[in-house]
């Protein structure tokens, strides 16, 4: 067996594997790796380190996970380890699909995690789903825009604004780095005060053409008005561009999150995942 790191050069023969998680391959903070064997890939495994670059102990979630063959689990889960402690990582998280990779729960707590089934942190709806919210028919005021209407500079720098203010916690670790072009520019969009962005709800769309949800903050006296009417905004065009089964991902990483789907989607549950963490 030879583990392989996925790299820009070489995902052209990775890429269909991946799917969705292609995208990640080459970004900051990303890594890939897979098994080979015979020319056959065996397993893959991309994760993503957290908090890299501040003085906040750098973590690690496992993102993308693929695997075949539990010996080769345990050779991907081995150089893994390794990357991660070279990178003074403290702690690793995981959830995926628990039908998807409950075979290989063996090989995660060989490898030091502790595992359970549990409930996902990620809901999945559909567009049609929006149409029952009186809030994306309301008229949205000027001052609620598409990101396509601000400068790459203009942009990076209201980024910058929100993690000064506080918007760390489930963000994108490189998304001070990303183009806006990564987003989806009409159903993303932004919060201008004073000439300026102080709040933005970004939407990308993966491989796979599934919206998800990656960026949700405003700061100031109005940042939770301003939070539900791009909300709002956000919720109206994907209605007027997108088909109403076009699937649309939502992580409800912390209190807040979770505070907000419970009450556009109450009842809406995650779907059954094995969840990992190791510290």
Not at 11 to 26: C, H
Not at 176 to 190: A, M, Q
Not at 237 to 247: F, I, P, V
């Amino acid at each position: 067996m030879a583990v392989i790191d996925i790299t820009e050069d070489n995902i052209g023969r990775y890429g269909s594997l991946l799917g969705s998680f292609a995208d990640s391959v080459g970004r900051e903070y990303y890594d890939a790796i897979c098994v080979e064997e015979g020319g056959n890939v065996l397993s893959y495994m991309l994760w993503q380190l957290i908090d890299a670059d501040e003085e906040a102990d750098t973590k690690s979630e496992i993102k993308g996970f693929y695997c075949t063959d539990n010996t080769a689990a345990a050779e991907m889960l081995e150089v893994y380890n390794t990357r991660v402690s070279n990178a003074k990582v403290v702690s690793t998280y995981f959830e995926f699909p628990y039908e998807t990779v409950s075979a290989y729960s063996s090989a995660f707590e060989a490898a030091g995690f502790s595992v359970e089934e549990a409930e996902g942190q990620t809901i999945t709806v559909t567009v049609r789903e929006l149409e029952r919210h009186p809030i994306a028919k309301r008229k949205m005021p000027e001052y609620i825009m598409p990101v396509s209407n601000l400068m790459v500079r203009s942009f990076r720098k209201g980024i910058t604004n929100c993690m000064f203010r506080g918007c760390t916690g489930g963000l994108l670790p490189d998304v001070s780095h990303l183009p806006i072009s990564w987003y989806e520019p009409e159903i993303s969009c932004y919060v201008e005060t004073d000439g300026k962005p102080n709040g933005f709800l970004l939407v990308h769309k993966d491989k796979d053409s599934i919206l998800e949800v990656q960026m949700l903050f405003a700061y100031g006296p109005d940042y939770v008005l301003n939070v539900a009417q791009m909300t709002g905004f956000a919720m109206a065009a994907a209605l007027a561009l997108y088909s109403s089964e076009t699937r649309i991902k939502i992580r409800r990483h912390n209190k807040a999150t979770a505070a907000l789907a419970a009450k556009l989607f109450p009842g809406k549950k995650g779907e059954r995942v094995l969840r990992g963490i190791k510290k």
